[in-house]
């Protein structure tokens, strides 16, 4: 970073703060810091897109730690998930090796259409809370999860909005327990991409690691949340929040050409 831009380094910290409190919460953290990095700090897509997958990746590790010192993980469960989750997200990684920057923005307009339409047509399913009927796996759900396992190794974004809508109406966990499993699987799928686009040079390591110290303390009240009373209808309103910054983002990035041009 140039040394004239220091005073955008609290910009960058509060950036991970918002990102790991949304991703832990509910997702789409990623709604903060990919527009920061891209927008403000001039990364390209495919850049940004590996910065990111850091302060993901850091906020996940500490959500995980934190639910499960709560005993709110269903280790089981992750026997079978985590294995799936990685498989997909192997494939993800490599294919986006293969992508170019404009196609990589045409996936990521792709995924904040998808996530709006899954969250307003589930919605009332969200809100509903879970009777005492005991979560199950089906294998048609560890299916759905090695499929967003693929696409968080491919570009990450609203890939938690994905997990928390299987979770919760395909697998019948409640929000914290969901949210457990979530941030766990989104903890193992970041780390595999972090290693292979460390190896090849696109992660701007000071501007990520910035952002991974605020994304772990964003992270921590996540998990405080996520157990609050009315938890539910906040990480659904969290989720409408950041769906609407993302639109807004793609209608910007749209016409951003036609407006400066």
């Given at each position: 970073?140039?040394?004239?831009?220091?005073?955008?380094?609290?910009?960058?910290?509060?950036?991970?703060v918002a990102?790991?409190?949304?991703?832990?919460?509910?997702?789409?953290?990623?709604?903060?810091?990919?527009?920061?990095?891209?927008?403000?700090?001039?990364?390209?897509?495919?850049?940004?897109?590996?910065?990111?997958?850091?302060?993901?990746?850091?906020?996940?590790?500490?959500?995980?730690?934190?639910?499960?010192?709560?005993g709110?993980?269903?280790?089981?469960?992750?026997r079978v998930?985590?294995?799936?989750?990685?498989?997909?997200?192997?494939?993800?990684?490599?294919?986006?090796?293969?992508?170019?920057?404009?196609?990589?923005?045409?996936?990521?307009?792709?995924?904040?259409?998808?996530?709006l339409?899954?969250?307003?047509?589930?919605?009332?399913?969200?809100?509903?809370?879970?009777?005492?009927?005991?979560?199950?796996?089906?294998?048609?759900?560890?299916?759905?999860?090695?499929?967003?396992?693929?696409?968080?190794?491919?570009?990450?974004?609203?890939?938690?909005?994905?997990?928390?809508?299987?979770?919760?109406?395909?697998?019948?966990y409640?929000?914290?327990?969901?949210?457990?499993?979530?941030?766990?699987?989104?903890?193992?799928?970041?780390?595999?991409?972090?290693?292979?686009f460390?190896?090849?040079?696109?992660?701007?390591?000071?501007?990520?690691?910035?952002m991974?110290?605020?994304?772990?303390?964003?992270?921590?009240?996540g998990?405080?949340?996520?157990?609050?009373?009315?938890a539910?209808?906040?990480?659904?309103?969290?989720?409408?929040?950041?769906?609407?910054?993302?639109?807004?983002?793609?209608?910007?990035?749209?016409?951003?050409?036609?407006?400066?041009?």
């Amino acid at each position: 970073m140039d040394p004239h831009l220091l005073w955008l380094v609290p910009l960058l910290v509060a950036g991970g703060v918002a990102c790991g409190l949304l991703n832990t919460l509910a997702s789409s953290g990623s709604a903060v810091s990919l527009p920061l990095m891209i927008l403000v700090f001039g990364m390209t897509d495919s850049v940004a897109n590996a910065t990111n997958r850091l302060p993901v990746l850091v906020g996940a590790v500490m959500a995980t730690y934190t639910f499960a010192k709560r005993g709110q993980m269903d280790w089981k469960a992750a026997r079978v998930l985590v294995p799936a989750a990685v498989i997909g997200c192997i494939l993800g990684v490599r294919t986006e090796r293969a992508l170019s920057d404009p196609q990589i923005g045409i996936l990521i307009d792709v995924a904040v259409a998808m996530a709006l339409v899954l969250v307003l047509t589930k919605l009332k399913a969200i809100l509903v809370k879970r009777d005492d009927t005991p979560p199950t796996v089906p294998w048609w759900g560890v299916l759905l999860v090695a499929a967003v396992g693929f696409w968080l190794g491919l570009i990450v974004l609203d890939g938690a909005t994905y997990l928390l809508l299987v979770l919760m109406l395909c697998f019948r966990y409640d929000l914290p327990q969901a949210n457990a499993l979530k941030n766990l699987l989104i903890a193992v799928t970041a780390f595999l991409p972090v290693l292979r686009f460390a190896h090849d040079g696109k992660i701007d390591w000071f501007e990520g690691s910035l952002m991974a110290v605020g994304s772990i303390i964003g992270s921590y009240f996540g998990v405080m949340l996520s157990n609050a009373p009315g938890a539910r209808t906040i990480a659904v309103r969290a989720l409408i929040f950041v769906i609407s910054l993302e639109i807004a983002q793609l209608v910007w990035r749209t016409a951003a050409p036609y407006v400066t041009g």
